[in-house]
Antibody, heavy 120, light 108 residues
Framework: QVQLVESGGGVVQRGTSLRLSCAAS????????MLWVRQAPGKGLEWVAV????????YYADSVKGRFTISRDNSKNTLYLQMNSLRAEDTAVYYC?????????????WGQGTLVTVSS | SYVLTQSPSVSVAPGQTATISCGGN??????VHWSQQKPGQAPVLVVY???DRPSGIPERFSGSNSGNTATLTISRVEAGDEADYYCHVWDSRSNHVVFGGGTKLTVL
């Protein structure tokens, strides 16, 4: 069955970097756009980034633009999120999600998430 | 940037109908999607493209979208429906996914 497993979360200091991975199984990543969505403790969902199925295009939330980079390796069936210059407000559970495009992207199937804690 | 507005909470008795609204400027011109998130769990898509249901989602879940309001309706509410519900759209002006603030459904 479709499964998305995030990894790479942890406790890091402010200003440092972290790379999250999202391993897909039960389907082939290459035909799908992929998204990252995060959720700060006790808060709602916040979209982070989206990448086209072939990596040809990507967009970011204003809050992370210039600091985060979404990428993918279709040969490894894996999605990534490189996070630089981390801030306390980046503390959240980060979910990867398989995307569907119909006049715009939406997350169709979600992973279980990985927690990133940025300490000051 | 585009903003989606949801009421923070809705309460309903078991067996009754829950209506969860999502407001946005001319939201009727966009495709609206709804995700359910139970405590401690990842979100699950329950309605896409205004009113379609993914496989495995009960027919009790339905959606509509017109004017400045999209609505998620849950008929014959069960205790297991207690969750946070988020509406979301694609804003083509900014090329961003936009989420509403979420509505907590409490089953009395």
């Amino acid at each position: 069955q479709v499964q998305l497993v995030e990894s790479g979360g942890g406790v890091v200091q402010r200003g440092t970097s972290l790379r999250l991975s999202c391993a897909a199984s039960g389907f082939t990543l290459s035909p799908y756009g992929m998204l990252w969505v995060r959720q700060a403790p006790g808060k709602g969902l916040e979209w982070v980034a989206v990448i086209w199925y072939d990596g040809s295009d990507e967009y970011y939330a204003d809050s992370v633009k210039g600091r985060f980079t979404i990428s993918r390796d279709n040969s490894k069936n894996t999605l990534y999120l490189q996070m630089n210059s981390l801030r306390a407000e980046d503390t959240a559970v980060y979910y990867c999600a398989r995307g569907v495009y119909n006049n715009g992207w939406y997350p169709e199937h979600w992973g279980q998430g990985t927690l990133v804690t940025v300490s000051s | 940037s585009y903003v989606l507005t949801q009421s923070p909470s809705v309460s309903v008795a078991p067996g009754q109908t829950a209506t969860i609204s999502c407001g946005g400027n001319n939201i009727g011109s966009k495709s609206v999607h709804w995700s359910q998130q139970k405590p401690g769990q990842a979100p699950v898509l329950v309605v896409y493209d205004d009113s379609d249901r993914p496989s495995g989602i009960p027919e009790r879940f339905s959606g509509s979208n017109s004017g400045n309001t999209a609505t998620l309706t849950i008929s014959r509410v069960e205790a297991g429906d207690e969750a946070d519900y988020y509406c979301h759209v694609w804003d083509s002006r900014s090329n961003h996914v936009v989420f509403g603030g979420g509505t907590k459904l409490t089953v009395l």
